[in-house]
């Protein structure tokens, strides 16, 4: 018999529990619809129509309202002799600059015609420009240009500001762009220059993060496809909703949280899933987060992160921030990188007490010593040695950390000259 074997006991239909799963309605959004819907109006009314700006934090819906909202667009538009509608969707996830941004919408709009893709360098910004103006001239017509993850192009914002003036501006004549700009960056939009911030968000609509009771709404229709009857039990899907209530408010993170206890239920070959397996999904979710967490910090991150995990191996912890750059410098010297100062150290241990990586304590020494902060890890030193052997140029230290550590102190002396 092989290792894997099909096992279709609790899952009926896990599609519902996908990412890319399309619901078939909306739920808990009606005021933020029934705004966005009065923003695209103008389009079915041949009317001049505001740019559009959504933001809310992640899992909060605001991508799957846009599908929603151009699907309906585009199917009442196609009732209009008059309307001359398309669409183009351009995910800015990977994309850090306006020159990006356009290349990826001149190719969008290319390939949607069956034509040739342009490079992705070796052009001057205003020609990538130009390039963009004559596809959406031959597209004519009103055109919405979705930005999802906008905030990736941080202050490279040039687009923001050429794009929705191009037909004032005479580069454009026969099309009248239209830009849902969607953001999950609340910094970003606050920090949009004045001009652009004045043509961007005309219409802006904030998604909220759920509550319990709105998560429980979102999960319910999902939990009855994915699931056989009676394997769910009562308080399942409320829990999940109650712990992604309180995390986060996020509905992809509740989704993540019922599929997990489902696949748990299956692995332990349970024929329901409980409330324990909603509770052991949850600590796993957590543990890859913070895993995830570590991964993406910069190399400067990985290294007051690698000086910490030394302090954490020799015992010494908690441990004040000055003798911990030293550590850092050392580090830095001998990854051959530039350090950055103490306080830009300061700094990053803040970012990572955020993402609950390390634990920070206040100290008040009084007059004498004044008030400073000490630092430890809020992590197993296993899981932090894990992600520096897998960031290559941390392996060398992620051996010599573990061995000090493993030997209880015996090799201090070697780790401390390192
Ligand atoms: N109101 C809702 N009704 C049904 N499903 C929802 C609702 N809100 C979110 N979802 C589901 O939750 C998941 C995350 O939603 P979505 O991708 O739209 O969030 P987002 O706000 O765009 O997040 P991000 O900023 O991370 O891209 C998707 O699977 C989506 O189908």
Request: aromatic content about 8%.
């Amino acid at each position: 018999m092989g290792m894997f074997q099909r096992d279709r006991r609790v899952f009926a239909d896990a599609e519902p529990l996908d990412d890319s799963y399309e619901p078939e309605d909306i739920r808990e959004r009606d005021e933020e619809l029934e705004k966005y819907q009065r923003a695209l109006q103008p389009i079915i009314d041949n009317r001049p129509t505001s740019n559009i700006f959504l933001y809310g934090k992640t899992g909060t819906g605001k991508t799957v309202a846009t599908k929603f909202m151009l699907s309906h667009l585009e199917d009442d538009a196609a009732q209009y002799d008059d309307i001359d509608l398309s669409t183009v969707w351009v995910s800015c996830e990977n994309l850090s600059s306006s020159y990006q941004v356009a290349v990826a919408l001149v190719n969008e709009l290319r390939e949607s015609r069956g034509g040739d893709r342009i490079s992705t360098t070796g052009y001057s910004q205003q020609r990538v420009f130009d390039i963009l103006y004559e596809e959406l001239d031959v597209l004519g017509g009103t055109v919405v240009i979705v930005l999802d993850e906008i905030d990736n192009i941080g202050h490279s914002d040039d687009i923001l500001y050429g794009l929705p003036r191009a037909r004032s501006n005479g580069y454009v004549e026969d099309i009248r762009p239209v830009i849902v700009g969607i953001s999950n960056d609340f910094q970003f939009r606050d920090n949009l220059s004045p001009k652009v911030k004045d043509t961007l968000a005309e219409k802006e609509i904030l998604f909220p993060p759920y509550d319990a009771n709105q998560l429980r709404s979102i999960l319910e229709p999902r939990a009855e496809k994915a699931f056989h009857d009676g394997v769910l039990d009562d308080d399942v899907v409320p829990l999940c909703s109650a712990f992604a209530a309180q995390d986060t408010g996020s509905a992809r993170q509740a989704i993540r949280l019922l599929r997990e206890a489902g696949e748990l239920a299956q692995a332990d070959g349970s024929e329901t899933i409980t409330e324990v397996h909603v509770r052991n999904a949850q600590d796993e979710l957590e543990k890859n987060q913070l895993y995830e967490g570590m991964q993406e910090l910069t190399t400067q991150g990985h290294a007051v992160l690698c000086a910490l995990a030394y302090r954490e191996a020799l015992d010494e912890v908690p441990v004040r921030s000055r003798d911990l750059y030293k550590r850092y410098t050392r580090i830095c010297g001998r990854l051959d990188t530039d350090s950055v100062s103490e306080r830009r150290v300061r700094d990053h241990l803040s970012d990572m007490n955020m993402l609950g990586l390390i634990r920070v304590y206040e100290r008040n020494e009084g007059l004498s010593a004044g008030r400073y902060h000490e630092y430890e890890l809020d992590v197993p030193l296993r899981a932090v040695l894990d992600v520096l052997l897998s960031t290559s140029r941390f392996e060398d230290f992620a051996g010599i950390i573990h061995s000090a550590a493993d030997d209880n102190g015996l090799l201090r002396s070697d780790i401390s000259d390192y």
